[in-house]
């Protein structure tokens, strides 16, 4: 079927995990750019402020206050949407939550609270979304992550989150095209992001948590998301690591040995983590922003790679110098992980 997207100054947005980071930036992208807004998360303050700042830069934005762990509080934000602007066109499953700790460390209650976020969230989302967009076509978009590829130690069950969301949307993807739904399913995978996803995580480690580098602004997802929402894609990395930790499952047991090596000591800071609240349960009282503190690297503006996937008319030049980079980086990381003596 030949799905059709609006421009997305025609569109109606709806956005989950918008009160900070990726989902933040992009609803005041999306506003920026004509579209009309609903804003989900469960911190009414943050909400607010978002909406304020919207509405005062000229756009035009509503929010709802909503628990994705819950099913009846996410239908009430497509009730809010329909209510507040007709329709919906394009649903964006943003919101998430971190626990960082080793598998046997973390605690069920809080790795089945996490499963109700970041998968059931999607999950509960999708199946309120999908019967309004039927009616007039439209996007669905679910934001996982890199690692819902390849798996990273000390997010484990963040990763099996993940991996269950891209199990779930490609297969919804699967039967809406094969009863002739005029919706297009994407799965947008990030990865590592400057945002306050870090500094709310709970973490069983003694330090706080940062992102893995190379670290990609928000900016960068917001744009897939957007392109996404006027293009139907099947799927898209946000980010020039992310498409390398894909290709790390052609050398399995390379890339278990390599992060075996470098990726514990690589997602902690310095920082004690002392008894500071995350949102695991509960929203924080002030979780909002853009971008994290718990980074204090360099954060890239724009990915060469994902800027060659939305933009396939950049020069043989440009792409090249992106292929090169992974490629380059891939071979150096064999190279340095089979000097370790398998096991």
Request: with cysteine; charged share 20%; hydrophobic share 45%.
């Amino acid at each position: 079927m030949d799905i059709r997207l609006k421009p997305i100054d025609e569109q109606v947005v709806v956005i989950t995990g918008a009160s900070s980071g990726i989902g933040l930036v992009t609803a005041k992208s999306a506003a920026r750019h004509g579209a009309r807004v609903v804003l989900a998360a469960r911190n009414e303050a943050e909400l607010q402020r978002a909406v304020e700042e919207i509405r005062a830069a000229g756009g035009r934005a509503v929010y709802q206050v909503a628990d994705v762990a819950v099913a009846e509080q996410v239908a009430r934000i497509a009730d809010l949407a329909i209510r507040e602007f007709g329709r919906i066109d394009t649903w964006v499953n943003n919101a998430g939550v971190g626990v960082y700790g080793r598998i046997m460390d973390v605690s069920l209650e809080d790795m089945r609270r996490q499963f109700d976020v970041n998968y059931w969230g999607p999950v509960h989302g999708s199946r309120v979304a999908v019967p309004h967009l039927k009616a007039q076509g439209g996007a669905l978009i679910n934001v996982a992550s890199a690692v819902a590829d390849r798996a990273i130690p000390l997010q484990g069950n963040y990763s099996a989150s993940k991996h269950a969301v891209k199990a779930f949307t490609d297969t919804l993807r699967m039967e809406l095209e094969e009863e002739g739904a005029p919706i297009s399913v994407t799965l947008v995978k990030p990865g590592s992001i400057d945002t306050p996803l870090f500094e709310k995580a709970k973490s069983y480690m003694a330090v706080e948590p940062q992102p893995v580098p190379p670290v990609y602004a928000p900016e960068v997802v917001a744009e897939v998301i957007l392109h996404c929402a006027q293009h139907p894609t099947r799927d898209m990395i946000a980010g020039g690591m992310g498409k390398l930790l894909a290709l790390a499952n052609d050398f399995p047991r390379v890339a278990d040995r390599y992060m075996e090596r470098t990726t514990f000591d690589s997602q902690k800071t310095d920082v004690p983590v002392g008894d500071r609240p995350s949102n695991l349960y509960d929203p924080v009282s002030r979780d909002g922003g853009e971008r994290g503190k718990n980074w204090t690297g360099r954060t890239r503006s724009v990915s060469l790679y994902t800027e060659s996937v939305l933009h396939p008319g950049l020069t043989a030049v440009v792409a090249a110098v992106g292929v090169g980079l992974v490629a380059a980086t891939l071979i150096s990381r064999r190279a340095a992980a089979a000097e370790v003596t398998p096991p």
